[in-house]
T-cell receptor
Framework: NAGVTQTPKFQVLKTGQSMTLQCAQD?????MYWYRQDPGMGLRLIYY???????DKGEVPDGYNVSRLKKQNFLLGLESAAPSQTSVYFC???????????????FGDGTRLSIL | KNQVEQSPQSLIILEGKNCTLQ??????????LRWYKQDTGRGPVSLTI?????NTKSNGRYTATLDADTKQSSLHITASQLSDSASYIC????????????FGKGTTLSVSS
C-alpha cells in the first residue's frame, strides 16, 4: 500500500534555484495539503487543495506555488529558493477538506530540503 | 487566537512503564481532536480522532481522553515499548472554512531499556 508518496526524499539547492516537490496519493482522496515542519515548531500549512483543480493559501504561502492538475498529484514549487525555506516538507491527503469531518489526514514521509 | 499547547516538551521513560502526555487547546468552534505519532524521519500517523461527545478512545496500548469543558486531552501509553519512541502530536480541528487544523508542537517520547 503506497498511500502518499513524496519525491525527492532529500534535496540540496543553492539560493535562487528553483525546484518542484512532487506528491502522489493512491487513495482517491479529494483533498491534499503541503506542510512544512521546522525544529521546535508545529506543522504549518503552506497550501492546500480541496479538490482537483483548486488550490488555496495556508498559513505560510509566501515564496511557494502549487499545482493540482490531477486528482492524485499535488506539486509544490519554489520559484527562487531562500535559506529560510530550509525545512522538512510533508504532503498529506484526506477524503474531505472539512475539519468537521472525522477522518484523518494521511501523510507522506517528507522531503528534506536544504537551501545553501 | 486558536492554539494547541502540549506538555511536557520531552519525556524519557523506562521500557514497560506507563506515561501520559497532555494537550490543552483554545480552539473555537471545536470539531474534533486528533493524536498523531511521528517516528523519526517519517510522516505523522493517526492514532485517534475524538469528537466533542467522546470522552475516551483507545487504539491498542494508546488511550486518549478528552474533556471538552476544560479543553484538555491526554494520551496515555500503557506498558511502553522501545517502538513507542517518537513525537506525539495533538491536532485540533475547527468548524471553519478551509482545513482549520491547528497543530501542537509535539511531545518527544524516548523509551529506554
Amino acid at each position: 500500500n503506497a498511500g502518499v508518496t513524496q519525491t525527492p526524499k532529500f534535496q540540496v539547492l543553492k539560493t535562487g534555484q528553483s525546484m518542484t516537490l512532487q506528491c502522489a496519493q493512491d487513495m482517491n482522496h479529494n483533498s491534499m495539503y503541503w506542510y512544512r515542519q521546522d525544529p521546535g515548531m508545529g506543522l504549518r500549512l503552506i497550501y492546500y487543495s480541496a479538490s482537483e483543480g483548486t488550490t488555496d493559501k495556508g498559513e505560510v504561502p509566501d515564496g511557494y506555488n502549487v499545482s493540482r492538475l490531477k486528482k492524485q498529484n499535488f506539486l509544490l514549487g519554489l520559484e527562487s529558493a531562500a535559506p529560510s525555506q530550509t525545512s522538512v516538507y510533508f504532503c498529506a491527503s484526506s477524503y474531505s477538506i472539512s475539519g468537521g469531518v472525522n477522518q484523518p489526514q494521511h501523510f507522506g514521509d517528507g522531503t528534506r530540503l536544504s537551501i545553501l | 487566537k486558536n492554539q494547541v499547547e502540549q506538555s511536557p516538551q520531552s519525556l524519557i521513560i523506562l521500557e514497560g512503564k506507563n506515561c501520559t502526555l497532555q494537550c490543552n487547546y483554545t480552539v473555537s468552534p471545536f470539531s474534533n481532536l486528533r493524536w498523531y505519532k511521528q517516528d523519526t524521519g517519517r510522516g505523522p500517523v493517526s492514532l485517534t480522532i475524538m469528537t466533542f461527545s467522546e470522552n475516551t478512545k483507545s487504539n491498542g496500548r494508546y488511550t486518549a481522553t478528552l474533556d471538552a469543558d476544560t479543553k484538555q486531552s491526554s494520551l496515555h501509553i500503557t506498558a511502553s515499548q522501545l517502538s513507542d519512541s517518537a513525537s506525539y502530536i495533538c491536532v485540533v480541528s475547527s468548524y471553519q472554512a478551509g482545513t482549520a487544523l491547528i497543530f501542537g508542537k509535539g511531545t518527544t517520547l524516548s523509551v529506554s531499556s
